[in-house]
């Protein structure tokens, strides 16, 4: 029997499992500082370690920065939908042009990351059961892994559609499992989440010196509004999204120049950022000191840009501009510390915030034909940012307001835009009017890359590739 193994200082939970296609273990003897997992989990110091370990690995899988859940998402979501494009140079354009290669790497990382995410999770809950740890400590690892697991499913749905349901370690049979129906994967990520709530804390106080960097049960009810929205359970959207809301002595809507500090009280969940304390997306995305010289990284589209009305504050506030060779760019800058500019308040990287409940809870009351409580919502986020209540009587116009709130709110942060035209049917509208003939409908799902599929024959490809 092949042994799992944990390399304690660097919390990575890697398990020898293989970067690219997880084909195979290898059973090698534990090097010094490495335990099995069983023994993990007899001591509560080493299982925390290693739930700590799969955020830090979910986050930063390494110190270069290109992880799935780190940039990844957010970049190439921006730059496949209509958000913003890759200034300094050709790298990207496959992505800009929604032409991606099967043999891209950027998608492989994502795709081969997520599952190693997901690898990780299921070592963490096979390695709970049995152990002698506490039964509190035992349910918030439990509910974590859970939680963690149907997230990293989340993102594989919606960035490829069907994709392999992994839920234990069983290497070989994970190695030539076949793409499983979105639908069947968007069961399990409900039943994981809801699995979740029950098991998990309803404060920070179990995260590193309280910080929102860990899950807890209001995290789980976060993510099931989203998936029920997606799922067009409006009911069961407006039911979680107001769990969260409601807890008023954990989240409010600060100032808009508050939402991303590591103490934001908008921050439902948080990713810690490392030891240089800068936040990598804003790394890659913002320019660096000398950016007059050489340019901007990313430029807000047009189309973007033009969706941001007379008078809204989150333009000057999560916007900056650069002027090159007498052009003025604009580019994200929600976080304001980079490797460039070291000073300011402490950032974490934002995964889920308040921001977002209120707007999942208006768009599933206006798809229940609640006007009014859609428009209480959405005055909740228009109002931080100095506008007032939109011109929007009835469902249709509703909808419409909230697909711009949720453009101008949520830009630049894990794909939300991406996901949205998808899951509303809007794709092929929007993006023939931005991208012309470079638009091709099948380009709403990426391509599965070419190295799973040699590795794995029962991967079919997505069509279009």
């Not at 499983?180 to 994981?192: L, M, N």
């Amino acid at each position: 029997m092949i042994k799992n193994k944990l390399n304690i200082p660097v919390l990575a939970l890697m398990l020898g499992i293989c970067a690219a296609s997880c084909k195979k273990l290898i059973d090698i003897p534990n090097p010094t500082g490495q335990l099995t997992r069983d023994a993990v989990f007899l001591d509560s110091t080493t299982a925390v370690s290693a739930i700590s370990g799969l955020y830090s690995y979910m986050y930063n899988y390494t110190f270069v920065g290109d992880a799935a859940f780190k940039t990844q998402i957010t970049l190439t979501g921006g730059m496949a939908s209509d958000e913003f494009y890759y200034f300094s140079g050709s790298t990207y354009d496959q992505y800009k042009n929604n032409a991606i290669s099967i043999n891209d790497a950027t998608n492989l990382t994502m795709w081969s990351t997520i599952y190693q995410v997901i690898y990780q999770a299921n070592s963490i809950l096979e390695g709970i059961e049995g152990s002698p740890l506490s039964a509190t400590l035992k349910n918030q690892l439990k509910g974590e892994a859970l939680f963690v697991r149907a997230v990293s499913h989340f993102y594989l749905v919606n960035l490829y559609g069907d994709v392999p349901l992994i839920l234990k370690t069983d290497v070989t049979e994970n190695s030539v499992a076949a793409r499983t129906e979105a639908e069947d994967v968007y069961k399990s990520i409900e039943q994981d989440l809801a699995a979740a709530v029950p098991l998990l804390a309803p404060d920070y106080g179990y995260a590193n010196g309280g910080t929102r960097t860990r899950a807890n049960k209001w995290a789980a009810h976060a993510m099931l509004a989203r998936v029920y929205l997606y799922r067009g359970n409006y009911a069961a959207a407006v039911t979680h999204s107001s769990t969260v809301i409601a807890r008023s002595e954990l989240y409010r809507m600060p100032a808009l120049d508050q939402v991303f500090p590591a103490t934001s009280e908008e921050a439902i969940l948080q990713f810690y950022t490392n030891v240089y304390n800068h936040t990598y997306i804003q790394d890659q995305l913002s320019p660096s000191t000398d950016a007059s010289a050489v340019g901007p990284s990313y430029v807000l589209r047009d189309e973007l840009l033009s969706s941001f009305e007379p008078g809204d504050a989150r333009r000057a506030a999560w916007t900056g501009d650069i002027t090159y060779n007498n052009k003025t760019y604009a580019y994200p800058s929600k976080y304001k510390r980079n490797s460039y500019t070291t000073s300011g308040a402490l950032e974490y990287e934002m995964f889920l915030r308040l921001g977002e409940q209120y707007l999942i809870r208006a768009e599933a009351n206006a798809q229940l034909n609640n006007i009014d409580e859609a428009h209480q919502d959405l005055e909740a986020v228009r109002g931080r940012a100095g506008l007032g209540r939109p011109a929007a009587d009835d469902k249709a116009e509703m909808l419409l307001a909230i697909e711009k709130e949720r453009r101008v709110e949520l830009f630049a942060e894990y794909g939300h835009r991406w996901f949205d035209l998808k899951r509303t049917g809007r794709v092929n509208t929007v993006m023939t009017a931005v991208k012309g003939s470079l638009w091709k409908p099948t380009a709403a799902l990426f391509p599965i890359p070419q190295v799973a599929r040699s590795t794995n024959p029962k991967l079919s490809q997505n069509d279009g590739y």
